[in-house]
């Protein structure tokens, strides 16, 4: 076949300047495209305890924390917040260095240590032996919004249980329910504002957990065997003399 060679030639300028044209148009999303995501601002939850009692004595019993239950949107390392009382939300590019619970385990323990009222206290996960036992709900943990500029106040509502290790029966029921102004529409502040409100609960739950009597039995071993039987005594029979021979 003959070659046509009235075809006009592509002009080589043509393609060099649409593909530079591609190339600048992506640079400014290019970088939304490829690469790791951005790694979220970490913040921590260390809440400012009180320091040791000289108050109340301390308690001779053991005690073991739980690890707390909460619902699905607070048990997760980030930080939760809630617009008009209805809508739950996440602040962006921001966390806690762990999973919600396990933070407040934490400072439950350290609560109790802070206190120096009790020598025997550990992370239920531990299997330790214990005459009590710690259990809490995390209800609510996140900044609320009345308007969406404004600086908001965050709720802590905690539940708490005290029950007997042994029986696993529950003893007590105390709950924490506390709110706390933000110094501003910041993350910053309103991980200030957690912070402090978890203070106190602790403070509350501790204070409450180490007025409770102590256990009436003990855990051991020895006092869960039966008492040993009391030796019985055979009776001796009266001699009987024999018959005389005559």
């Known amino acids: ?11 080589r300028r043509l393609f060099l300047i649409a593909g530079s044209s591609m190339v600048l148009a ?18 921590a939850l260390r809440p400012t305890l009180p320091p040791a009692q000289t108050s109340g004595g301390k308690v001779s019993w053991a005690l073991t924390i739980q690890k707390p239950s909460a619902a699905g949107n607070l048990d997760s390392a980030r930080i939760a917040l809630a617009r008009n009382g209805m809508q739950l ?20 323990l350290a609560g109790f240590e802070a206190t120096g009222r009790i020598d025997a206290v550990s992370r239920d996960e531990d299997a330790l032996q214990s005459d009590y036992q710690l259990s809490t709900e995390l ?19 905690i539940i708490a249980h005290m029950a007997d290790t042994k029986s696993r029966k529950i003893l007590a029921n105390f709950s924490v329910n506390l709110t706390e102004p933000a110094s501003a529409n910041s993350v910053d502040a ?10 106190k609960a602790v403070d509350q739950i501790t204070q409450w957990a180490l007025a409770l009597p102590p256990p009436t039995t003990t855990n051991s071993t020895e006092a869960d ?15 009987i003399d024999s018959p005389r021979a005559p």
């Open 1 to 11: 076949m003959k070659r046509n060679n009235f075809l006009p030639r592509p002009d």
């Open 26 to 43: 992506a640079c400014g999303s290019l970088d939304k495209l490829v690469g790791p995501p951005d790694a979220p601002q970490i913040y």
């Open 89 to 108: 939300d996440y602040y962006a590019k921001a966390a806690w260095p762990d999973r919600l619970p396990d933070l407040v385990q934490t400072a439950l």
């Open 139 to 157: 209800r609510d943990f996140e900044a609320r919004y009345a308007t969406p500029d404004g600086a908001p106040n965050v709720a802590v509502t």
């Open 190 to 199: 309103v991980v200030q504002a957690l912070n402090t409100a978890l203070a």
């Open 225 to 239: 065997l039966p008492p040993p039987p009391k030796p019985t005594r055979t009776p001796r029979l009266p001699d």
